[in-house]
Structures are given as C-alpha cells and as structure tokens.
C-alpha cells in the first residue's frame, strides 16, 4: 500500500517558526486551558465590541493581575486574542476554543486522559506497551479499566468516544436496520448507547451486546433504565480470547469505533470470527474514521494525534487506520466490502461487508 500526504513547500522561516510552536505545546496547550477554564475568555467575549482591560478582567474574575497577564500574552501568541489600545477582544480561534463542542471534548480528553502519560511516548514505542496508562490505574489496557478510571477522566473518555459515533447514528440506522434484520450482534456494545438507539429505531429489532464484563454491567443499567431488557441482551466476554466464537444467528454485525482499538493482528482474528458466524445473506458493518479519508487537514491532524493515545495509553498496539489497512484485512478474511458509505456523522466510512461468494 502506497501512502502520498503533505509536502514540504514552506519557507525556512515559517518552518522554524512552526518548529517553535512544536517545542513549546504543551505550555501553550496548558495556557489555553487556563484562559478557557478560569473564565478569561468568556469575559472577554462579553466585551466582544469593545474590549475589555487586563486590570477590569484581574478584578472581575479576582485573579492577580501578573497571572491574567501571562495568560493573556499567551494569547496573542496563540492568535486567540488580539489587543486594540489596551483592550483585548477574542479572535475566531479563541471562540473555538471557548464555544466549539469537538474543541472542548478533544482538551478536555487531552488533559483528563493522556496528558501525564504522554511523558513516557518513547517508552511505549520501544515496549510496544501502553506505559502512560499507570497514571490511570493499573490495568493491562484502558477498557480493562473504563469503568474504574478516575472520575474525570471517565467523564472526559466516554465524552470523547461517544462524539465521534453518536452524530454518526441517525444516518447510518437507516442502511443498518433495513428490511428483513430482525437481530443485530453489537461486538464492543461499550455502554450499550448504539443497542439503545437501535431500540427506538425499529420496534422489532433484537440486539445483543458483546464487551467486557464491567462494560456489560454498564450497559445492562442503562438498558433497565430505557425498559429494553426483553429486546437488548448482553454476553459478557473478553474479545480477545480468540478461542472464544461470537454467536451466530444475527442478521447484522456492527463494529462502530471498534477495530481500531486493536493491533491488525487482532483485527483479523475479529474478522475471522465474524465471518465464522455470518451466514451468505448477513452483513458485517464496520463504522471508522479513516485518516485518509478525512476532508479537512484538521480531522488528520485529530486522528494522527488520537493514534498517539492508542500507543501510550490504550493499548500500545492500536491506531486509527489508513483505510487500506483495513481493506486489506477485510479481503484477507475472505469477506469482500459491498457498499461503502463516506462522509457520515463526523467524517467516518461505513463499510458494508459479506461474504466472499
């Protein structure tokens, strides 16, 4: 497989220049936080026209004037301010960073998960080991421990997971839940969120949920709560015992955000055991966000970063995939991609898969 991306057609100056912003992120990142999170930029909003002085923000918000004033010239480096005679006004970037849902669910992420761990980057690529998950817990891998993290972090992770694939649901339910699918096998149901949503979609629709034993009981919670217990079950397995079958009977697979938590090794295991329990008329359904097939550079960028994750904190042997690595394995399990759906929810691929005839 082939990769072409990027080119290196900058000045010398702006390539120094961006070198520094390299060099100094994770104090800038710190900063913009701190702006966001001590209220600085949400007073200088509400000043949008006018502006606001760094002593009235001091006073307002009962902060030191020496600590607005750091942030602040932070700011302006950071374009997420900019000062007219003495007045600072928020620019476009400052207001993504204090309104834009995405923007805040990836900081929040950034900081609550990964950020102590990152320290030990090196270490994991050396050991093919997530060496920053000990800053959570002591779990082999993160969803060992998803439902025993801390609590912010907790929140900052299932706010992160749940982004990316519940803008995703009312698009891709229609082309999943078609005529004739009377049961849907939910590998890696996580807290049970899809089976729900599947539920209010088609009246006669059974599911059942394959995670872990401590996501199982989550999900089940949540399932009382709604009243869906006689059409949402769950089985409680580690889906990486590759000794261990899925169970057969459904009319459709669904793997939503789950194949990349996984090595490609495991990945065609998963697949093996899939196509195992499909018949010729069941599909697989593979929902992911593809680096490669992201329309704006920032997406990339955000993928790039959360592979990162994956190698210090998840798991040590995940990413998120360029989409020829999973065809790849799709074509090796002997199954073969039906239909391809792109630029659903937050830019994510819906592959439709069957079996090789």
Known sequence: ?????????????????????????????????????????????????????LEEIADELGLSVYGVKVLLEAGLSMELVWVEEGRFKITK??????????TRINMDFTHDVTYLGMHSLMDSVREGKPTGLKTLGDWDTIYQGLCRMPGKAQESWFAFDHFYSDYSFSEILPLVLGPG????LDVGGNTGKFAIQC?????????????????????????REQGLSDRISGVA????DHTRPFPKGSDVIWMSQFLDCFSKQDIAELLRRSKEAMTM????????????????????????AT?????????????????GDLLELIEDSGMVVEE?????????????CKIKQ
Not at 307 to 323: D, E, K, P, R, V
Not at 340 to 352: A, K, P
């Open 1 to 53: 497989m082939k990769i072409n991306y990027g080119s290196d057609k900058k000045s010398a100056l702006q390539a120094k220049f961006d070198a520094q912003k390299i060099a100094f992120g994770p104090i800038m990142f710190q900063a913009a936080r701190a702006l966001r999170d001590l209220g600085i930029l949400k007073l200088i909003r509400q000043h949008r026209s006018e502006g606001v002085k």
């Open 93 to 102: 970037t400052g207001w993504h960073i204090l309104n834009d849902e995405l």
């Open 181 to 184: 699918v009377n049961h849907l």
């Open 199 to 223: 539920a209010g979609f088609k009246e006669d629709i059974n599911v059942t949920i394959l995670d872990h034993p401590d996501q199982i009981e989550r999900a089940r919670a949540n399932i």
């Open 237 to 240: 397995m580690d889906l990486l």
């Open 281 to 304: 008329e069941s599909s697989l359904y593979i929902l992911e966000l593809f680096w490669d097939k992201q329309k704006f550079e920032a997406s990339t960028y955000s993928l790039h």
């Open 307 to 323: 592979s990162l994750y994956f190698t210090n904190i998840a798991n040590g042997c995940s990413q998120m995939y360029h989409s």
């Open 340 to 352: 391809s759906y792109e630029e659903i929810g937050v830019s994510h691929t819906l592959y439709q």
